[in-house]
């Protein structure tokens, strides 16, 4: 009897035993750390494949992008183990690699046949490579964005405002290709009467806590001449930040935010424009391609009501990049599974789901289809755009660089204290403290 | 019986009353009394004690001996490979002769004095109506604590959307109330206005809160002063000021005392409302030491910025408490 | 010098105010009541609109009720083609019949949930913590010669001064190298420190106000301490400890600087997820407002609860000397 017992409770523990590495290997997950807006709602979707392909959980972890930065550095900093996977802002590579965040994934890659050649050169440059032109990963390139516009055709297409813009302006209402076209219309709306409602030009980007103002007054800077630093001479900055030239593309962008903007939007980023946008208080808005697909789809100002143009020019033409790329964290306890991830991410097809779900692809697969162009209305400007998108520094002190540049440009733009060349100038001065404790000066 | 007590046959205590005391004093005193059964009283002493310094050294001393250490070096948190070397007092110069960290201890002094000298006024106003004991000034009373129980952070940002001169309600209320429309200023906008918009949120979230110190003073003075003043038929103006105010001063100051010490450390309620913006007008002195800790990963120097401001807190509110026992002790 | 009456009872104006300044007094603060109430009305009211509704501009006032809002602050959303959402099952639901309705799915749980749990976890945790300490160290400073009592007082005192930020910076790093970055346990120690300061300032003046002849009887029939204390003091003691948890328990509850530098996904409490709420594209109002109005609702019935051991809370404690 005894004996039956002990061979009964012996049975059972040893199917026990047995059991555990199964459920082990099942209770697998992942988490990835993102930016909570519109594309991450778009990666939870297309994530269930990933999980139906290999049986890993997927879990997120989102941020509003005026906390993200904040919040995942400071996760990263303190070697957490919450993310496996991270969708971090393309600036972060610098700092990401040199402290040993990101996983180097050259190897990867090259034992998984997953070819950087595949991807759009300017997304391999701005999210993958540190440092910059040399051919050493950390990222894969997953969300390409940039800064685009969007207009209300609908008033666009109104005769009397067209009969009257024509007279006044001599061309036709239509989306601007340079600023000072941008300029015209954007006072052609201010104060207008709509529906009973006034409404107003443009909105500009004017956040001045993370990185809101930089990132929209750099489309106007880029295309008056500004640059970082020399080209031929890294870190030579004075005389091309604080140029005669970028002094007068800062003027620029102040007499833009002054003329033709809504009132109150001191401290306005990516929400408040869509929430200026969607209650009908804007004829133009400037805002990131991520978005451009909810706008799209929305009741009030969606569909025929919408139109795109790519970030028009002056002397030259570019547009601020965006966009992100994803990476492995070098603290996470699930290395191999998030290797997996990447390694199903990059796939064509997967590729080409995410952009049909609203993610913006970096896969030539999908760009280089001839039908892409006719995808979405906003497909033809993407492409254009990304053919001309410049970054921000990448650096490790990339924080310090942006932060001193927010309150520079904020100061001078939206709180009216000193010149245009002064801002610039405490620019050079505050850029040029930063690299010398870095030692790059 | 008084053996039997003494061996502690647990009885319940006996009822207070002059055979208590004479019970003592018949007991030998010295001896006797204090013998208890268990722990002496200075294991008690300790045991009671330790926990709580050892807490406050573990979590709040030693940082901050940490934080001085810190501030003569040239560390950085993001940075945990690089070579840490001393600077001297670098930092605390530094720190001094920055132009953003004086402006940012003027917006926070301006922040300081409006916001204590409207929540005081009003505050006591307040009080002072509500001790008038009309009928249902128990259930007012509730109401008005509703809003200093929120989150200071959770009430910056939904004034954000308050402020919005769209679609915000504020700029429509005062267009109701005074007629200025409603699209021709914007608070969090402007910057003149937006060091207003910190303080009108803070005063409406505090102010019940200095009431209700204030309206424990009023209740503390004793009706026979009041009676005393009206057979001298002192009129009530007068009553006011020198029977009134007087006698809750302490109770006043102690309120300014407490919240000017919160609003020296403001962080929250600022930093979601304004951010510190437009430019830097409304950036206090925590929302700088922030940004220089956790986002330019700044930590000598910002070390240095925090043993600044705490010892700046510790000498004025030492100065005070000194003037408030001056007062309490009239 | 006067021995200030703190009984709330009896001190008042001997004088019955006239019924015309009763009348004057009730008008004044029944409406900065209603005045300073608006916001958080209009803020429960937001909580119900729809998203278009509550950036309509200019604002409404009428509108038809929705809950999108509290749908938005359970649950996360996914954009979907309509294809896709076509072929899915009929909708189960309030919520997920709203989210159809934008072209949006249901994807699962949002983190409120959890968030609020560890908010009643840290804040209950810690109040209990600080008042049990509180309690233990004010009788000690009330009753005993403790060597170098009124240094140590006013070092408790003095922790309170230091901004937040500051020690921060130190906790941070510290927390960091312990393995307490990120857990409810850190979060616990670290806002218990910051309350007892005030938790034995204020137990020590009520404690003070007991008359220690209780004890001494109670010590004489032969109780130790301990027993004393647990006897006879606490129940007297009952109204400040109430008061004292009362105050701890706002703070940590309401607390946002410490939970969003030194937490993340664990021990995260609610204050630094509900100004985060994303809708579609930006910042959801209905969810905020939503999350706000809940996230109000257990203080708002603690306190309504025991307010008047508030208003006593206040007076012993600002009374001792």
């Known amino acids: 009897m005894e004996k039956r017992v002990a061979h009964v409770v012996a049975a059972a523990a040893l199917a026990m035993i047995v059991q555990l590495p199964a459920a082990h290997a099942q209770k697998k997950q992942l988490t990835l750390c993102w930016a909570a807006w519109d594309p991450a709602n778009a990666l939870v979707e297309l994530s269930k494949d990933f999980t139906a392909k290999t049986g890993v959980q997927m879990k997120f972890e989102f941020v509003p992008w005026t906390s993200f930065a904040d919040r995942f550095l400071n996760e990263l900093n303190s070697k957490g183990k919450l993310c496996d996977l991270m969708i971090g802002d393309s600036q972060w590579i610098g700092g990401a690699a040199e402290n040993g965040h990101y996983v180097k994934l050259n190897e990867f890659f090259d034992k998984n046949g997953i070819k950087m050649s595949d991807f759009l050169p300017a997304t391999v440059l701005g999210y ?17 964005d940039a800064v685009g516009w969007t207009y209300r055709k609908d008033w666009f297409s109104r005769p009397e405002l067209r009969a009257e813009f024509k007279q006044k302006y001599k061309r036709d209402l239509a989306p601007p290709r340079t600023y000072d076209e941008l300029k015209q219309i954007g006072e052609f709306f201010q104060g207008r009467m709509i529906d009973g409602k006034k409404v107003y030009g443009v909105y500009l980007f004017t956040e001045r806590g993370s990185e809101g103002i930089t990132m929209g007054v750099t489309n106007v800077l880029y295309n008056y001449g500004f640059d970082y630093s020399d080209p031929h001479k890294p870190y030579k900055m004075d005389g091309v930040v604080n140029s005669a030239d970028a002094v007068r593309g800062l003027e620029f962008y102040k007499s833009l935010y002054q003329c033709c903007t809504a009132p109150g939007l001191t401290n306005a980023y990516m929400s408040e424009g869509l929430d200026a946008f969607k209650s009908g208080q804007v004829a133009m808005q400037m805002n990131w391609f991520a978005f451009f697909p909810g ?46 991830y990447i390694k199903w991410f990059a796939q064509p097809d997967v590729q080409k789901k995410w952009w049909s779900l609203g993610g913006y692809s970096c896969h030539k697969a999908v760009l280089n289809d001839p039908g892409f162009k006719s995808s979405a209305p906003f497909a033809a400007d993407f492409l254009a755009s990304m053919q001309m998108v410049k970054d921000f520094w990448a650096e490790p002190s990339y924080a310090e660089l942006m932060l001193a540049m927010q309150k520079r440009v904020h100061d001078f733009v939206v709180a009216n204290k000193g010149t245009a060349k002064q801002a610039l100038d405490s620019l050079v001065a505050d850029w040029t403290r930063v690299f010398k404790d870095d030692g790059k000066l | 019986m008084s053996a039997d007590g003494a061996n502690g046959k647990g009885s319940p205590p006996a009822p207070r009353g002059p055979s208590l005391v004479e019970r003592a004093a018949a007991l030998t005193p010295a001896v006797l009394a204090r013998r208890v059964r268990g722990l002496s009283d200075r294991t008690v002493a300790w045991l009671f004690i330790s926990p709580t310094i050892l807490l406050l050294l573990a979590i709040t001393i030693f940082p901050l001996i940490w934080t001085v250490k810190l501030s003569f070096t040239n560390y950085r948190a ?16 530094r720190v001094l002769t920055d132009a953003d960290v004086w402006a940012a201890m003027q917006a926070t002094a301006h922040f300081l004095f409006w916001t204590l000298l409207l929540q005081t006024v009003l ?86 809160y200095v009431a209700l110190i204030c309206l424990a003073g009023l209740r503390s003075i004793p009706g026979y002063i009041y009676e005393a003043a009206e057979v001298d038929r002192a009129s009530r103006w007068r009553q006011f000021w020198t029977i009134t105010v007087p006698m809750s001063l302490p109770f006043i100051m102690l309120a300014v005392l407490f919240r000017g010490i919160e609003n020296f450390k403001m962080f929250d309620m600022v930093n979601l409302l304004t951010n510190g913006g437009p430019g830097s007008t409304t950036e206090l002195a925590s929302i700088t030491l922030k940004r220089e800790a956790f986002e330019k990963w700044r930590t000598g120097y910002s070390s240095a910025f925090a043993i600044i401001l705490f010892v700046t807190v510790f ?16 | 010098m006067l021995r200030r009456e703190v009984s709330v009872r009896h001190a008042h104006s001997a004088v019955e105010p006239s019924r015309a300044s009763k009348r004057i007094a009730a008008t004044i603060v029944i409406l900065y009541a209603l005045g300073s109430t608006v916001p958080l009305v209009w803020i429960v009211m937001t909580a119900f609109k729809s998203s278009t509704d509550s950036i309509a501009y200019p604002p409404v006032l009428l509108f038809e009720p929705s809950r999108e809002g509290f749908c938005n602050l359970f649950f996360t959303h996914t954009r979907q083609t309509e ?13 997920d019949r709203i989210a159809r309705d934008r072209g949006m799915v249901i994807a699962g749980p949002s983190n409120f949930k959890p968030r609020f749990l560890n908010s009643i976890i840290i804040a209950f945790g810690s109040t209990a913590l600080s008042v049990l300490l509180g309690m233990t160290a004010a009788y000690a400073f009330s009753r005993f010669r403790v060597p170098g009592k009124d240094d140590l007082l006013f070092f408790i005192l003095s922790t309170r001064m230091m901004p937040p930020i500051a020690i921060a910076i130190p906790i941070y790093l510290m927390y960091r190298e312990l393995g307490l970055s990120d857990t409810r346990l850190g979060m616990i120690l670290l806002y218990t420190s910051v309350n007892i300061s005030l938790a034995v300032w204020l137990l020590k003046g009520f404690i003070d106000e007991i008359p220690r002849e209780y004890e001494e009887a109670a010590l004489v029939d032969g109780y130790t301490r301990l027993q004393a204390f647990r006897k006879v003091v606490l129940p007297q003691a009952a109204t400040g400890i109430v008061a004292t948890a009362i105050f701890c328990l706002i703070f940590a509850w309401n607390e946002y600087a410490f939970a969003v530098l030194l937490t993340s996904g664990e021990a995260q409490t609610a204050p630094p997820f509900i100004p985060i709420i994303i809708g579609e594209g930006g910042l959801d109002w209905p969810g905020v407002a939503a999350g706000t109005s809940l996230f109000l609702v257990p203080i708002l019935v603690f306190t309504v609860l025991l307010r008047k051991h508030l208003l006593r809370g206040i007076t012993f404690g600002a009374v001792r000397k």
């Open chain 1, 295 to 340: 706008l799209y789809k929305d009741p009030k100002v969606g569909g025929d009501r919408i139109g795109f143009f790519p970030n028009p020019g002056a002397k030259k033409h570019f547009t601020q990049l965006g966009g992100q790329g994803i990476s492995v964290v070098s603290y996470s306890a699930n290395r191999d599974a998030a290797l997996q």
């Open chain 3, 83 to 95: 294809e896709y959402i076509a072929a899915m099952p009929p909708a189960t639901g309030v919520c």
């Open chain 2, 78 to 93: 993001n940075r945990p490979n690089a070579e840490i070397h001393g600077v001297g007092i670098d930092n605390y110069v």
């Open chain 1, 128 to 144: 993958s490579e540190w440092p910059k032109g040399k051919p050493s990963y950390w990222a894969l390139p997953a969300m390409g």
């Open chain 2, 123 to 208: 505050g006591f106003a307040l009080a002072y109506f509500l001790d008038r004991r009309f009928r249902g000034h128990g259930f007012w009373a509730t109401v008005i604590l509703i809003p200093m129980m929120l989150s200071p952070a959770v009430v910056g940002n939904f004034w954000t959307f308050l402020y919005q001169p769209q679609i915000g309600l504020w700029n429509y209320a005062v267009e109701f109330v005074t007629g200025i429309p409603a699209d021709s200023f914007s608070m969090i906008g402007s910057i003149d206005l937006a060091p207003w918009s910190i303080i009108i949120v803070d005063t409406w979230m505090w102010t019940p």
């Open chain 2, 315 to 330: 000498g004025l509110a030492n100065i005070y408490v000194r003037a408030l026992n001056r007062v309490k002790s009239r």
